[in-house]
């Protein structure tokens, strides 16, 4: 086996994929989120609809897309191979255990949150960037320029209780998730100071309430909106 | 027979350079060809073992525990000694070895001692290379603390955890040499006996913890480092698994046993708190550097510490001793704690303790430095007792913590049987009557490191590189025997259990042969271990069979050899009409209650000769020459 | 009786115990009650106590491993309630004391449960995998002999402490066990750690790191997700800092150490 995939099949080696993987799709969620907040604009979805178009036809962002798939494919991948391998390593299990007493949940279930947040990811996709990818687009002009209106399929899809209910739980689920999963990524990379670490715990908690709860607020603002109007 | 020590000729400081240069050496080619057994993997056989790997030798490692890290070094906790005069505080090899020999209250080797003093400098250095990590100074150089029985700061420490660091020291570098393939080692596997061929230790017989199966490893020769046999009181600081058995069996086939009636009785234990009690637990001499040793003055006071004031307590150790004060050698500090509760001023709810008094030192020192020194100490007793050490005084009381005794060795550490070594505290040589503090971890790695690797090497260059099949008759007959032993303990289906035996043994050892004793108590003690013994071949139960993992078994075979050790040490301790060290015959004392050597008729090692079950042991004195110290009646006043 | 505590009542207890012959057959909890056992008693004692009466009634007694009886071996093990050395934290089973417990209450006593950790007996596994990640790099090679003055090279003070605080590990395995992974990167960081730190152990860290994790791997060990029940129950207290330390040696030695 050469040097390389010695390191990268060895515990520690996939550890880091998960890792690296699981910092870069953080980084996506960023610009997820600061760009999806466009949908507060309050313009009728003008800006939103523009900045659709822009991520579907800016060819850096469609090489960034298929960096991004292959991110969560590895992600994915590489928490099952080791979740897989880990089960099998206790093949009798306790029959009175009290994990509860010495860890958090959360990080206990990291293949349970995440694979809740896959089923939500599949659902999202299926819902908006398969219609707008591959979808009937239903063109508007705005600015004399036209546009797919991406907006309008978000504001209704948010006037449905059941859907805003599964986009919510998807979140809590992502919030969890990366309560463990970003500081611990540091930690798996071995980024651990007495000096930083703590500030890197405490922005990874920040992180992943502000990020799931700036999510969330989108199908519950429209959700709410369809009453008052 | 006439014991031959070996010590070499010449002037004190200069026998162990001729030695080593007068020993023979075996080819680094040929020392592939010989075979050396260790049994035990605690500091003496861990670095034995490593190092003669290391030469070239082949090993077979053997302990009873299931890793060899595990082995009872591990619990050693205050230092380790060494002349390193690191402190500039008047310390060198000659003080080292003055210390010790008048420690050992004159009942030790003069050549052995000074050897030992010597080569604890080198000790230091080896483990610093290993990795072994030493307190520091904020310099960044090592740290020293002071220690019982001495006027200079020598000890080197981790902590309260230096036994464990030496000893993971040792273990890495046996690691590498079971990486290298140089040594085989062989946990959970129990030596139940020695193996001669034409008079020489040619193997052992073992028995494997989990499978049962009995089996026989050859080899040129056998070291043994087995450490203590303390467990014959069933009571003390010693692991649960520390046992006789391997230098007993060996003592059996000839190895004679020197001085087993000296024990050490250590100051600073955990009291007993009930029959269950299945241990003792040490807590580090060192705590005696800031604690003060006091009782009640009153007999009778109930009152807790805190309500007794100043004036009404007796700093006992400060009072009797001005200069050492709670700082004299451990067999001082554990007698004058038993008189203290002999005289009805114990404390605690079985009168059976003293107190260790931290107030002080917190007040002068902080609570922060005084947790950073003892933290861990602290911590244990707080687990054990449910007190907290840090607001209470602590209550303490001695237990039998070190035998000085074992099998008699001359300077090479070789014993009475050709080709069979004993170090570590498996061996009588360096201690004399009564070991300091801090001198135990360094004896160990001194035999180890640097003693073992250059005298062994002597006896095999002079024997030829010819293997023994384990097929050979002798091994055959030794397997058949152990078989029957486990046959025989196997087929009793008695009423008491093996435990019930020991305590049983642990109590007579403990009244009559321990602290204190008499001729009247000591012939007592070896009545009543014969009743023991023979009730305990009639009436002991044992379920289950051999071959598996049998907890019961096991101990049986070693209660059944403390049974007859125990009776040995009574033996001994008869026969020595003296005080001296940790061994105190209450016929022989001073009018201030010190022990009341006798040097014109004592100043031997007293070695025991095995002639059969229920015969009376031959004892062969090896006279101790004293050319270098004067001997003086021990003073810590 | 001991000490000054007038709380003493002796206990009533049930207890819940693994039995398994060997390492072939299959294993089940048996109950056993137990009667009078004083607070005052080490949870090992308890057993103690267990063990005589199952003898003299004709049960083999419950194999468990021991040996100092004071912390410092990490020969005992024990899943205590659910817990890897009972409910006291940076205690051992052996340090654990029974006034931890109350008078009629029931408690589960299972073996350490991990694939490399076979059980042997009872409650006794094998757990001479973890001898073998240290074989496999936890040294530095220096023979007896030929070394420097123990003062030669200083280390700073807190290196040296926290070297001290890594080598504390008393491999007992009680990581692994309460490990959700089965994992032994605590263990293994604790070596890797301490020697990484020391100016003498940094000599050979890369190779050191590359064949202690290889073996750990091949040990069938899980891997590590940073849950950190390891840390929180190990018995001397070894911190989880030491894991990224691990992981740092790990990558680094992986991409700059030249062993193809």
Not at chain 2, 181 to 199: A, F, H, I, N, Q
Not at chain 2, 566 to 590: K, P
Not at chain 3, 32 to 52: A, C, G, H, R, T
């Amino acid at each position: 086996m050469s040097w390389f995939s010695k390191t990268f099949t060895s515990s520690i080696g996939r550890k880091l994929l998960v890792a690296v993987t699981g910092l870069f799709l953080c980084s996506f969620l960023v610009v997820h989120l600061v760009g999806n907040l466009q949908l507060f604009k309050g313009d009728g979805g003008a800006s939103f609809n523009i900045y659709s178009h822009f991520m579907a036809t800016n060819p850096i962002i469609r090489t960034m897309e298929i960096v991004l798939l292959l991110g969560f494919l590895f992600h994915i991948y590489e928490a099952l191979v080791l979740t897989r391998r880990n089960k099998s390593v206790r093949p009798v299990a306790y029959a009175y255990n009290r994990p509860q007493d010495n860890s958090n949940w959360s990080s206990r279930n990291m293949g349970l949150l995440g694979t809740v947040i896959l089923v939500f990811l599949i659902i999202h996709l299926y819902n908006f960037f398969w219609r707008a990818r591959f979808g009937e687009p239903n063109m508007i002009p705005i600015e004399g320029t036209e546009y797919d209106d991406l907006y309008s399929v978000v504001v209704q899809s948010f006037h449905l209780w059941w859907y805003v209910l599964i986009y919510v739980l998807g979140q809590i689920a992502l919030g969890y998730h990366l309560y463990h999963g970003f500081s611990s990524a540091f930690h798996t990379l071995g980024l651990n100071h007495k000096k930083y670490t703590p500030a890197i715990q405490k922005f990874g908690a920040f992180f992943s309430i502000v990020v799931p709860a700036g999510f969330a607020s989108m199908p519950l603002y429209f959700f709410i909106q369809s009453f008052l109007n | 027979m006439i014991l031959d020590s070996k010590i070499p000729e010449g002037p004190l400081a200069e026998k162990w350079e001729k030695h080593k240069f007068n020993v023979k050496l075996v080819n680094p080619a040929n020392k592939r060809k010989y075979d050396i057994i260790v049994v035990g993997t605690g500091l003496a056989g861990a670095s034995a073992a490593a190092t003669l790997a290391e030469l070239g030798y082949n090993v077979k490692a053997f302990c009873y525990q299931d890793s060899p890290r595990r082995a009872h070094s591990i619990a050693a906790q205050g230092g380790i000694n060494a002349a390193k005069n690191y402190q500039n505080d008047g310390d060198s090899v000659y003080r080292l070895f003055y210390d010790t020999i008048k420690g050992g209250d004159y009942r030790a080797r003069e050549a052995n001692v000074y050897r030992l003093a010597q080569v604890s400098v080198n000790i230091i250095d080896q483990c610093v290379a290993q990795g072994v990590p030493f307190a520091r100074e904020y310099g960044g150089l090592l740290a020293n603390r002071s220690f019982g029985g001495a006027q200079v700061s020598r000890t080197f420490y981790a902590r309260g955890q230096t036994g464990q660091q030496l000893l993971l020291g040792a273990y890495s570098a046996l690691n590498r040499q079971i990486a290298y393939g140089k040594v085989k080692m062989y946990p959970r596997t129990e030596m139940l006996d020695l193996v001669m061929v034409d008079g020489k230790a040619r193997g052992i017989v073992t028995r494997h913890l989990i499978t049962g199966k009995i089996e026989s490893h050859s080899a040129h020769a056998v070291i043994l480092a087995t450490g203590g046999y303390g467990n014959v009181f069933f009571l003390s600081t010693n692991a649960m698994g520390s046992n006789t058995t391997a230098i007993w069996r060996a003592h059996k086939k000839g190895a004679l046993f020197a001085n087993p009636c000296f024990t050490q009785i250590h100051p600073t234990c955990i009291p007993v708190s009930g029959g269950y009690q299945s241990k003792l637990t040490l807590m580090s001499e060192s705590l005696r550097n800031d604690g003060r040793v006091w009782v009640p003055k009153a007999v009778g006071d109930n009152r807790a510490p805190g309500q007794i004031p100043e004036d009404e307590r007796d700093y006992f150790l400060e009072r009797k001793y001005p200069s050492f004060g709670n700082l004299v050698p451990r067999d001082v500090a554990s007698r004058n704690a038993k008189l203290a509760c002999d005289e009805g001023r114990g404390v605690g709810t079985t009168k059976l303790a003293v107190y260790l008094d931290f107030a002080d030192a917190i007040k002068r020192e902080g609570l922060d430095k005084i947790s950073q020194k003892y933290g861990n100490l602290f911590d244990m007793y707080a687990k054990i007792t449910g007190e907290n050490p840090y607001e209470q005084p602590m209550r303490i009381y001695p237990a039998v913590h070190y035998t000085m005794g074992g099998l008699w060795v001359d300077y090479n550490l070789m014993t009475t049987v050709p080709g069979l070594y004993a170090t570590g505290e498996c061996n009588f040589s360096d201690h004399g009557a009564n070991r300091l503090g801090a001198s135990a971890l360094m004896q160990g790695l001194a035999d180890g490191y640097f003693v073992i690797p250059y005298t062994i090497g002597d006896y095999l260059a002079q024997n030829p590189t010819t293997r023994v099949e384990t097929s050979h008759p002798a091994f055959q007959e030794a397997e058949a025997k152990v078989q029957a032993d486990v046959n025989r303990l196997l087929s009793i289906n008695g009423t008491r259990t093996v435990d019930d035996f020991h305590k049983a043994l642990g109590l007579l050892m403990w009244d009559y042969c321990g602290m204190a004793r008499n001729a009247e108590g000591l012939q007592y003690a070896k009545q009543e271990i014969r009743k023991l013994r023979d009730e305990f071949w009639r009436d002991v139960k044992i379920l289950g069979v051999n071959e598996e993992l049998n907890i019961t078994l096991e101990k049986a075979g070693r209660v059944a050899d403390f049974l007859e050790l125990g009776e040995l040490m009574v033996d001994d301790a008869l026969n020595r009409n003296e005080s001296c060290g940790g061994h105190f015959r209450e016929e022989y004392q001073t009018p201030e209650n010190e022990a009341l050597r006798d040097d014109e008729n004592y100043t031997y090692v007293a070695a025991w000769e095995y002639t059969g079950t229920n015969q009376p042991s031959v004892l062969h004195k090896e006279e101790l020459t004293f050319e270098n110290v004067k001997l003086t009646q021990r003073s810590y006043k | 009786m001991a000490g000054n505590n007038p709380n003493s009542k002796p206990m009533n207890l049930t207890l819940k115990v693994w039995r398994q012959k060997n390492f072939q057959t299959a294993g089940k909890l048996e109950t056993y009650q137990i009667k009078d056992i004083s607070p005052e008693m080490s949870f090992l004692e308890m057993m103690d106590v267990l063990n005589e009466d199952l003898l003299l009634k004709g049960i083999d007694p419950v194999a468990f491993d021991h040996d100092c009886r004071e912390g410092i071996c990490g020969m005992c093990s024990l899943y205590i309630n659910g817990r890897a050395h009972g409910p006291e934290r940076g205690t051992t089973t052996c340090q654990l004391h029974m006034r931890k417990f109350s008078d009629g209450d029931t408690i589960t006593i299972e073996p350490w449960r991990a694939g490399p950790f076979p059980v042997l007996k009872d409650l006794c596994t094998d757990r001479s995998a973890l001898d073998r990640i240290q074989q496999a790099g936890g040294y530095i090679s220096v023979n007896t002999g030929g070394v420097p003055d123990a003062n030669e090279i200083p280390i700073p003070k807190n290196i040296a402490d926290k070297a001290f605080d890594a080598a504390t590990c008393i491999q007992c395995g009680a990581c692994v066990a309460a490990c959700k992974n089965g994992s032994a990167m605590l263990f293994t960081s604790a070596k890797v750690s301490q020697l990484a730190l020391l100016p003498q152990g940094k000599v050979e860290r890369k190779t050191r790191v590359e064949n202690m994790v290889a073996q750990m791997d091949k040990e069938g060990f899980g891997a590590c997700t940073n849950i950190g029940s390891c840390a929180a129950e190990c018995p001397v207290g070894i911190s989880l800092e030491n894991i990224a330390m691990l992981n740092r040696e790990y990558i680094n030695a992986s991409f700059t150490s030249e062993n193809v």
